[in-house]
T-cell receptor, first 112, second 115 residues
C-alpha cells in the first residue's frame, strides 16, 4: 500500500533560519506530489505541487520542493523562515486509486 | 474563484440530534470529498463523489450519510453521533476524481462538537 512518511514531527526554528522538511513516499509508479499548509485556525492551502517536468518546484510564499525519484523523496525547503510560517505542514501523494495519501504532518514553530 | 465554502463554521450537537453540513464550490469541479480531521493529524478521507455519484466510502459508520444534490453541492447528514466524532470536517473538490493529476481544493471546515 502507498504511504507517506514525514520524518520531522515538530520543528522549532528562529526567524531567518533555513527550513527543510523531509517527505518520503512508497510507490514505484508515477506519482503526483503535494505540500499543503494549515495555518492556525485556517484551512488547508496548497503550497506547491509536482506533476512532471522540472523536479525543482517553486510554490507560494518562497517555498520550494525537490522531487528526487531515486530517493522517493519530496522535501520542502525555504531559505529564510518568518514567524508567519508557523503552521502545520502536510506532504501528500495522489495514489493510483485517486485518493490523496497524507503524511502525519510536521508542526513548524518559528520564534520571533 | 478557487473557493470551497462550508457551513456552518461551528456546530454543537447532542448525540440524539440530526444535523447537516453543507459544502459548495463554483469551480466546475466534478469530484467532491469529505474528510475528517482531528487536531494535529492529517485529514482522513471519508467519502468521494465523482460526477454526483458516490465512488468511495472509506467504511464510514452509517451515522454519517453523504449526499450530492448537484455538481456544486455536497452535504453530510449527521445522526446519532458519538463524542469521538467531534472533529473538523473538511470538504474538498477537484477537477475530476479517479486517477490523474488533480489537486484538491479544501474548504475552511466545520468544527463539530458532539456532547
Amino acid at each position: 500500500a502507498q504511504s507517506v512518511s514525514q520524518h520531522n514531527h515538530h520543528v522549532i526554528l528562529s526567524e531567518a533560519a533555513s527550513l527543510e522538511l523531509g517527505c518520503n513516499y512508497s510507490y514505484g509508479g508515477t506519482v503526483n506530489l503535494f505540500w499543503y499548509v494549515q495555518y492556525p485556525g485556517q484551512h488547508l492551502q496548497l503550497l506547491l505541487k509536482y506533476f512532471s517536468g522540472d523536479p525543482l518546484v517553486k510554490g507560494i510564499k518562497g517555498f520550494e520542493a525537490e522531487f528526487i525519484k531515486s530517493k522517493f523523496s519530496f522535501n520542502l525547503r525555504k531559505p529564510s523562515v518568518q514567524w508567519s510560517d508557523t503552521a502545520e505542514y502536510f506532504c501528500a501523494v495522489n495514489s493510483n486509486t485517486g485518493k490523496l495519501i497524507f503524511g502525519q504532518g510536521t508542526t513548524l514553530q518559528v520564534k520571533p | 474563484d478557487t473557493e470551497v465554502t462550508q457551513t456552518p463554521k461551528h456546530l454543537v450537537m447532542g448525540m440524539t440530534n440530526k444535523k447537516s453540513l453543507k459544502c459548495e464550490q463554483h469551480m466546475g469541479h466534478r469530484a467532491m470529498y469529505w474528510y475528517k480531521q482531528k487536531a494535529k493529524k492529517p485529514p482522513e478521507l471519508m467519502f468521494v463523489y465523482s460526477y454526483e455519484k458516490l465512488s468511495i466510502n472509506e467504511s464510514v459508520p452509517s451515522r454519517f450519510s453523504p449526499e450530492c444534490p448537484n455538481s456544486s453541492l455536497l452535504n453530510l447528514h449527521l445522526h446519532a453521533l458519538q463524542p469521538e466524532d467531534s472533529a473538523l470536517y473538511l470538504c474538498a473538490s477537484s477537477v475530476r476524481g479517479g486517477q490523474g493529476v488533480y489537486e484538491q481544493y479544501f474548504g475552511p471546515g466545520t468544527r463539530l462538537t458532539v456532547t
